[in-house]
């Protein structure tokens, strides 16, 4: 069965660099939702998208933006990067919003330097 | 202050021990997640309950909506179940508890 794709896996950015993630859900889901994990930490919700628009959102940062296409694909857009973004950032996607089984990618690997 | 609060924080048990982990929350929900994480690994969703009780395998997850407790249970514990645990609740939010880190020894 087909599962939430993030793409890149892994990515390595400079300080003050941009970074886009993307977040693939399973098909026929309309909630996408973005979270960022650091190193020993618990996962912080940044911010959830239904039917492209932004639901929820989070503790995300102003230099961080994020949108959901047509097609329900979500991209997580990082700017001025700072070595605290790196993280696993994990997406996940679920059929409507509130109490329905939600699926975790495996999580992009941002590392700055 | 937590919405959602788990205990125990850590958790070492021998193989074939009864594990329960326990799981509070002060919000309003719709639903609450059992999720798993193993070292180095992505987020796996193990139970998602909003009444009573689900068992996958040697999993049991249950829920008592009055008291805003859920409770996850692993049954014959094998090393392979080592991992963080969180419980997450869903209602106009994500709260994603503090996770139990369980190691289980062989």
């Known amino acids: 069965a087909a599962g939430v794709i993030q793409s890149p896996r892994h990515l390595i950015k400079e300080k003050r660099e941009t970074a886009t993630l993307k977040c693939y859900p399973i098909?026929?889901?309309?909630?996408v939702y973005w979270y960022q994990q650091g190193p020993g930490q618990d996962p912080q919700f940044l911010i959830s998208?239904?039917?492209?628009?932004?639901?929820d959102k989070g503790s995300i940062p102003d230099r961080f933006s994020a949108q959901q296409f047509s097609d329900y694909h979500s991209e997580l857009n990082m700017s001025s990067l700072e070595l605290g973004d790196s993280a696993l950032y994990f997406c996940a996607s679920s059929p409507g919003t509130y109490g329905n089984t939600i699926y975790f990618g495996e999580g992009s690997w941002l590392t700055v330097v | 202050k937590n919405e959602v609060e788990q205990s125990p924080q850590n958790l070492t048990a021998q193989e074939g021990e009864f594990i329960t982990i326990n799981c509070s929350y002060s919000?309003?929900?719709?639903?609450l997640h059992w999720l798993q994480q193993h070292p180095g690994g992505g987020i796996v969703s193990l139970f998602m309950?909003?009444?009573g009780k689900k068992k996958h395998g040697r999993l049991i997850a249950t829920i008592n909506i009055q008291e805003k407790h859920s409770s996850l249970h692993i049954t014959a514990s094998h090393p392979r179940d080592s991992a963080v645990y969180i419980c997450?609740?869903?209602?106009?939010?994500?709260?994603f508890g503090t996770g139990t880190s369980l190691t289980v020894i062989p």
């Open positions: 919000v309003g929900i719709s639903a």
């Open positions: 998208f239904y039917e492209k628009m932004q639901s």
């Open positions: 997450a609740s869903t209602g106009n939010q994500f709260y």
């Open positions: 098909p026929r889901h309309d909630t």
């Open positions: 309950l909003s009444s």
